[in-house]
């Protein structure tokens, strides 16, 4: 291969290095790109087959020269042989050591919204997603999504051509292509162009749709995306100008949610989760907490949390809000819209408290609830007096805020109108997500020539001629803004895996300048804004720590109008519908993530589909129970699906989760759940009412990772309120009997002298977002099972997250428990292993040994917690080859026949403890962070050496609220929790 | 000393042998089983049908192995499924052939003389079965002789605290020891058959397999030495097999599992399942081979008296389990009996009292214990339910243990069932194999009962 000529590169990255200034910062990948030789030799030198394999022009060549050398083999006698060389590690570019993991900062924006990373690059192949500890939006922690991320990037089913009308083309076809279309185009200003794209939010991005716009003033620019719209627009409404709101939760002492998932999605979930918990937490002697109320028309693992939590319908959501803001300012509430008597008491109670806590509370409203309930919202914090203290506004973090409805009438209109000869999409699933009653789909072959730039060949790519394959996020230059406005440079951290395009690349395309990288047209956009002297220095720092620092936008001053009641509808024919987008895939776009498939959702426990989520009433007056499947009809439309019934659901209310019902996803997201998006209208589409509900007859599998609920009096979740601490901090560790540890025959005598691990969770701060267990799935390689297996509890899931009710069936308290291997010293799994294949450590790791398994699963009927995980068939995918990159290095992955389980992530451990012997001192407290730990939004598992009284967790263990899951047992569990402490209004006891 | 004991008419059914035997002719009519009976159709057509569940068992072990055991309907938390449960089952099969051959020899139970050889069969293809699960079940079975003591390259031993070793070591000793016994036991018989016998080839392979048996006095006592001697092993094994097997289950901490009353109560149901085996076994066979008059109703009797014992303790201990789940006063004790009874599997729990509790009262009815057809239908019964108690013990336990959230269901799939009866095709085609092709009953033994030939004690006790 001609082109791989290692000396020159290796030539050409010295030369590079020598350049550098200091070593501090070039290994932060810029040099990487900016030197086409560098990249070239980091894509050929390390994973090259992969690189081979999966470019086609390699291939080709690869093929080619094959058959050559085939053809010349016989001749070969009689050449000389040509010389080459091997590439040692002589030259090795500085740190890069085989085995040794280096990280990049980065961010990973989740519909616009960047949330800072650190990755985890195994010979630079990205392995692992981390939190970005520097950064305010993350602290060290990542969601479900950005965790996840890594899976998206080597998902198998990712556009890898260059398509048009199912033929595979070439780029440059499609360049030749698009040249010839803009060359009539700029005759007509531009006027048959439209760009649809997704909500903008990267400012280089922004610029360079700018320009396009500058030279084809005819053309126009439309942004879309289904959810979202209740927030901005909400803001609009109160403010008059688009505003985006910034919490402080840590500052609040009365938290109320009104439809929110905001310690689990949506813009800052991670670092309001951390803050949130903070003021939560009672570790250490503390004795406040801030109390939460939620609202909810569905449950989320966010109002599992709350203090207290009240169902309503959707519908009554605006005059619960209308009300709250009227009796907040003096008034009284609207006999329009009266708080069922059942609320009043709540209402009352509520009000009273916000009043009390005046500059010190925070009202917020749900993502997916309207543009009304916001402005609301907003009001009542303004009167509250939050702005400024709990709640700042800044400028919006969207590059242009537009009235997406309204966008997307204009691109309808458009389209209709027969002017667009040539639509770009990018990004986006707008044939799939749009209002089916607009027929976006139908109205999109209008459009002469279309074209979609697609990470996947989905629904929107099936009515587009040319299909460009979208680039990863981890695979091109970008920015874009965080919760706060800090900016964040998204370097690529590998070369396009399928000759993917990024769109920088795509609308470079239509300026003067085609050619110009990502990397260019990120640096250019940066050089033109950057004010300061040494732009080198300041572009360094913001590639290495992942943000430009003091990018946060400043708070900004506005006054919130209160809006005038609308006409309220009241059909109460039927039953009402709630839409949310899905936790973990959000409105479809992760759809084909198979990790976020077989996720449990935190209240259903649902894997693989959506449902019909119904209360224990509501399905008792339909006649229908857990998994028939029923037809929803409403705005015209019909749907099926599956029901689910949820304590805590209101009355008359199904919960509807978009995102799922894909059919052009790929093989993981294809047939999982049914599509809610046609029941959305147009004209409401927060919430639906009067929709008719009717049992089919058949039922439809639902795969549940735990079937029972409640805890049958065995206290596995502790819990208690904030009065009962006071009183008694030791209140929940007298809730059992302690094991008298000497009762046995078999006393142990071993003294753990070294390290003795240990891991303590905070029940209270625990809230049940799952992370976790993504994050664990992304470390220590552990197989995705399917639907069927699931269905079998056979999930894999070293880490799982407990979900358990208390009290009424139809609002009942609501708690997590994460569990996985909790290490007991006395291991019962231990003993009954018949080779010796688990065994406890000197340091009190129970370690599996994959190759001494057999397979008796006697350790798994012997656990009492039912930790353990067990490869009952090959659930390893060893076919895919993108998947292999993927996996971590550090740890076994897995075939049949072999028991699996939480090894505290051992493999960390050892890594740290190699580090400490080489300079010749113990481990540091917080130097071993398992993948768990490391990625809770809200802090609540802390890990380290028992040992060490220092530690922080020797610290957590001391609290009067530790204590073992069935500790009664004598098991002597590493894994401690610490009960979960609520804070009630006392006003609201019998409630 | 010797005068016959005159039995009352209620408790006496008859001898042990009918009238009108002698020497020769029992040998005749044993011996001929095997040389002079044409191979019937009805033979013929049991061994067919034998042979094509023995296809079940080959075609579900081999997908089995191809796959993995996730074929199966296992998973977390039931953990074990159809494999143990037909693998105690199985054992416990195996029990009443060592209690026949061994202890009752020891006790000179000398009624056992015309049904230990067959029993004892019984036992050896039982356990047969029975020793396939262990490492049919194992995620990796290729690697399954790591559960054996031997020098290796890795410098590891198995982990001996482990009940699934002792079960190595007691089915292996028990399968060892029950093989030789039978074995032994043949030795005189086919020395008989290769007497009786004018085909050469039969000559040979009896010649061959009697081991130069020539009857003198000092091959008796020898004989009779090693038979004692075996005897004397195989009666420890009786108790320990099943004791180990239960290990299985008591030595873990599940609720339901961890029990100290599981050891005699297993030891029972072994025996319990065991006769009712022989029973489902010997019935059928006495009466197409006409064995009435060498296995009379006199057998049947003690058998199905031996059944009711048995089925009594276990009986006891059911009560026992429930009353200790209570009484222990711990809430997972409680609750597992609680499931037991009201749980998703509580239609097994109580066909299980049903099968092995309420059934078996009817044999203390003398007419129902000499009706053989009532007593085969008693004996199919109690097959049922003994191997329904070893799937209540196995699943009830494991699908709600400690933790609410890790409760689970458990349901077989077509290859549990495959190699489940594909297990009972092996035990049948090897016990249809035995009846032609070896004295499924003692001769020697037999002749001994005959009023002619010196006895020890009174035939009639």
Redesign the interface.
């Known amino acids: 291969m001609s082109e791989l000529n290692p000396s020159l590169n290796l030539e050409s990255i010295r030369t590079k290095l020598d350049k550098a200034k200091g070593a501090t910062y070039w290994r932060s990948l810029d040099e990487l790109a900016a030197g086409d030789g560098f990249k070239e030799f980091l894509h050929r030198e390390f994973p090259r087959q992969a690189s081979e394999w999966i470019d086609d022009e390699g291939r080709r060549n690869f093929l080619k020269i094959m058959g050559a050398s085939l053809a010349l083999a016989g001749l070969s006698a009689c050449t000389k042989q040509p010389t080459e060389f091997i590439m040692p590690y002589v030259d090795a570019p500085e740190q890069a050591l085989p085995g040794k993991p280096l990280f990049y900062a980065t961010a990973f924006p989740v519909r616009g919204i960047a949330n800072p990373v650190l990755i985890e690059a195994h010979e630079f192949r990205p392995t692992k997603v981390e939190g970005n500890p520097e950064h305010p939006a993350s602290m060290g922690s990542a969601d479900v999504p950005t965790q996840a991320s890594i899976l998206g990037l080597y998902d198998p089913d990712r556009q890898q051509t260059v398509d048009f009308i199912g033929e595979v083309r070439s780029y440059a076809s499609f360049l030749s292509n698009l040249i010839g279309i803009l060359e009539k185009q700029r005759a007509k200003t531009g006027s048959g162009i439209r760009l649809l794209t997704e909500t903008v939010t990267s400012p280089s991005l922004y610029a360079q749709i700018q320009e396009v716009l500058k030279l084809y003033p005819g053309a126009k620019w439309y942004q879309w995306e289904p959810t979202g719209h209740g927030s901005r627009m909400g803001a609009q409404l109160a403010y008059g100008q688009f505003l985006n709101t910034v919490y402080k939760f840590d500052q609040a002492d009365v938290i109320l949610s009104i439809d929110s998932n905001f310690l689990a999605n949506g813009p800052g979930g991670v670092r309001y989760a951390r803050d949130w918990a903070e003021k939560r937490s009672v570790r250490g002697g503390k004795k406040t907490q801030s109390r939460f109320y939620a609202v909810e028309t569905t449950p989320t693992s966010t109002g599992s949390k709350a203090d207290h939590r009240h169902g309503i319908q959707p519908s009554h959501v605006e005059g619960f809000a209308r009300n709250l803001a009227a009796v907040l300012s003096g008034g009284t509430p609207s006999a329009a819209t009266p708080p069922p008597p059942a609320a009043q008491k709540f209402f009352n109670a509520l009000a009273k408290d916000l009043l009390a806590n005046k500059g010190k509370s925070i009202v917020i409203a749900g993502e997916d609830q309207s543009p009304e309930v916001h402005a609301l919202v907003h009001f009542i914090n303004q009167t509250l007096g939050n702005i400024g203290t709990t709640v700042m506004l800044t400028a919006s973090l969207e590059a242009k805020p537009v009235d997406q409805w309204a966008d997307l009438n204009a691109l309808l209109a458009d389209l209709h109108s027969g002017q667009v000869d040539l639509l770009m999409i990018l990004g986006g699933n707008p044939a799939f997500n749009a209002p089916h009653e607009l027929n976006l789909r139908g109205a999109l072959q209008m459009a002469k020539m279309r074209v979609r730039l697609g990470s996947h060949e989905d629904e929107t790519s099936e009515v587009c001629q040319w299909n460009l394959p979208e680039a990863h996020t981890y695979e091109y230059w970008s920015d874009a803004p965080a919760y706060d406005g800090t900016i964040s440079i998204i370097q690529p951290l590998i070369a396009p895996l399928y000759g993917g395009k990024s769109p920088h690349d795509l609308l470079a395309a239509f300026t003067e300048t085609p050619e110009l990288s990502s990397y260019q047209v990120v640096r250019q956009y940066w050089t033109a804004k950057h004010t300061g002297a040494d732009f080198e220095t300041f572009w360094r720092h913001a590639i290495h720590d992942g943000y430009v620092k003091g990018s946060a936008l400043p708070a900004v001053t506005a006054t919130a109008k209160l809006i005038a009641a609308g006409a309220t509808s009241s059909d109460t024919s039927g039953l009402e519908l709630s839409f949310h987008s899905d936790p973990y895939i959000l409105d479809g776009r992760y759809s084909n993530n198979a990790w976020l498939q077989e996720l449990p959702r935190p209240i259903s426990r649902l894997t693989w589909d959506n449902a019909v989520i119904l209360s224990e009433k509501t399905a008792a007056d339909l006649g229908v129970k857990d998994e028939d499947k029923v037809s929803i009809t409403h705005n015209g439309m019909t749907v099926h699906g599956a029901v689910w019934r949820v304590p805590g659901q209101p009355d008359g209310v199904a919960g509807l989760t978009l995102g799922f019902g894909r059919t052009r996803s790929g093989r993981a997201g294809n047939g999982a759940g049914f599509n809610v998006y046609p029941l959305r209208s147009a004209s409401n589409p927060y919430f639906g009412q009067g929709a008719k509900v009717t049992k089919l007859g058949d039922t439809f599998k639902l795969a549940a990772v735990?079937?029972?609920?409640?805890?049958?009096?065995?206290d596995?979740v502790r819990t208690g309120s904030l009065d009962e601490f006071k009183q008694d901090p030791y209140f929940a560790q007298r809730k059992s009997e302690t094991p008298n540890t000497g009762l046995t025959i078999l006393p142990t005598t071993f003294k753990y002298e070294g390290y003795a691990w240990g891991m303590a969770i905070d029940l209270t701060s625990c809230t049940g977002c799952n992370a976790c267990v993504v994050a664990c799935q992304s470390e220590n390689n552990i197989a995705v099972v399917g639907k069927e297996?699931v269905l079998?509890?056979?999930e894999m899931h070293w880490i799982?997250i407990?979900?358990?009710y208390s009290g009424p069936a139809d609002n009942p308290e609501t708690y997590f428990?994460p569990?996985a291997c909790v290490q007991c010293e006395d291991a019962?799994c231990e003993?009954?292993?018949?080779?010796?294949a688990t065994e406890t450590d000197s340091e009190g790791l129970n370690n599996m040994v994959y190759n001494?398994?057999?397979?008796?699963?006697?350790c798994?009927?012997?656990c009492?917690?039912?930790v353990?995980?067990?490869?009952?068939?090959?659930y390893t995918d060893w076919e895919s080859e993108s998947l292999k990159l993927q996996r971590n290095p550090d740890v076994t992955v897995r075939s049949?026949?072999?028991?699996e389980k939480c090894s505290y992530c051992v493999q960390r451990i050892n890594y740290a403890k190699i580090s400490a012997e080489k300079d010749d001192r113990k481990v540091r407290d917080g130097e071993i962070v398992p993948a768990c730990a490391a990625t809770c939004p809200s802090q609540a598992i802390m890990f380290g050496d028992l040992n060490d009284p220092k530690s922080r967790v020797s610290q957590w263990k001391a609290d009067s609220l530790n204590y073992s899951?069935?500790g009664e047992?004598n098991t002597r569990p590493r894994t401690t929790y610490l009960t979960d402490i609520r804070n009630p209004n006392p006003e609201l006891k019998e409630l | 000393m010797s005068q016959p004991v005159e039995l009352p008419d209620q408790i006496y059914v008859g001898p042990v042998i009918d009238e009108g035997h002698s020497l020769a002719s029992v040998s005749d009519k044993v011996g001929g089983i095997v040389l002079k009976r044409k191979t019937t159709l009805g033979w013929v057509f049991g061994l067919i049908v034998a042979f094509g569940l023995l296809q079940a068992l080959m075609a579900s072990a081999t997908w089995l192995l191809i796959?993995?055991?996730?074929?199966w309907?296992?998973?977390?938390?039931v953990?074990?499924g159809f494999a143990i449960i037909n693998f105690v089952w199985w054992i416990g099969i195996g029990h009443a052939g060592t209690l026949i051959s061994a202890i009752l020899l020891l006790l000179n139970q000398s009624w056992r003389n015309a049904i230990n050889r067959f029993a004892e069969a019984m036992t050896l293809f039982a356990v047969m079965c029975a020793g396939m699960f262990p490492v049919l079940?194992?995620?990796?079975?290729w690697?399954?002789y790591?559960?054996l003591p031997y020098p290796n390259t890795m410098a590891?031993?198995?982990?001996f605290?482990?009940?699934?070793?002792w079960d190595?070591f007691a089915v292996t000793t028990y399968l060892t020891i029950s093989a030789v016994f039978w074995f032994v036991g043949l030795i005189p018989d086919l020395a008989t058959l290769r007497d009786s016998t004018r085909k050469p080839w039969q000559q040979k392979v009896f010649g061959m397999l009697s081991m130069g048996w020539r009857g003198s006095a000092r091959h008796w006592q020898r004989y009779e030495k090693a038979s004692l001697l075996l005897a004397g092993m195989a009666t420890p094994l009786v108790v320990s097999v099943h004791t180990v097997v239960s290990f299985?289950f008591a030595?873990?901490?599940?609720p339901g599992w961890h029990t100290t009353i599981f050891p005699p109560y297993f030891v029972a149901g072994a025996i319990y399942s065991g006769f009712a085996m022989v029973l489902t076994l010997m019935i059928p066979v006495r009466k197409f081979y006409g064995l009435e008059d060498i296995i009379t109703m006199r057998h049947l009797n003690n058998m199905a008296k031996v059944t009711l014992a048995t089925a009594l303790i276990v009986g006891y201990g059911y009560i026992m389990e429930a009353f200790f789940g209570y009484f222990s006063a711990d809430?997972?004790e409680r609750?597992m009996v609680w499931n037991r009874m009201t749980g998703p599997y509580a239609v097994f729990y109580y066909t299980l009292i049903f099968c092995n509790i309420i059934t078996p009262q009817f044999l203390w009815a003398k007419r129902i214990r000499t009706s053989p057809g009532i007593l085969w239908i008693i004996s199919i019964i109690v097959n049922i339910g003994m191997w329904l108690e070893r799937f209540v013990i196995v699943v009830t336990s494991?699908h709600?243990?400690?933790?609410?959230?890790?409760?689970?269901?458990y349901a077989p799939t077509i290859w549990d069932f495959g190699v489940f009866f594909g297990t009972i095709g092996l035990f049948l085609f090897l016990i249809f194999l035995f009846v032609r092709a070896l004295p499924m009953i003692t001769i020697f033994e037999l002749r001994m009962l005959l009023p002619g030939a010196r006895v020890k004690e009174p035939v009639a006790q």
């Open positions: 735990q079937h029972h609920f409640q805890m049958e009096g065995r596995p297996q079998n509890t056979r799982r407990d979900r358990y428990q569990v019962p003993i009954v292993c018949p080779v010796a001494r398994c057999v397979g008796t699963r006697y798994s009927n012997n009492p917690y039912k353990r995980r067990f490869n009952f068939l090959l049949r026949g072999v028991m899951l069935l047992l | 796959k993995g055991v996730g074929v309907g296992i998973n977390i938390p953990g074990w079940h194992t995620g990796r079975p690697l399954a790591w559960l590891l031993w198995p982990q605290r482990s009940p699934l070793l190595v299985d030595v873990s901490m599940i809430v997972y609750f494991l709600r243990d400690f933790l609410p959230s890790s409760w689970g269901m």
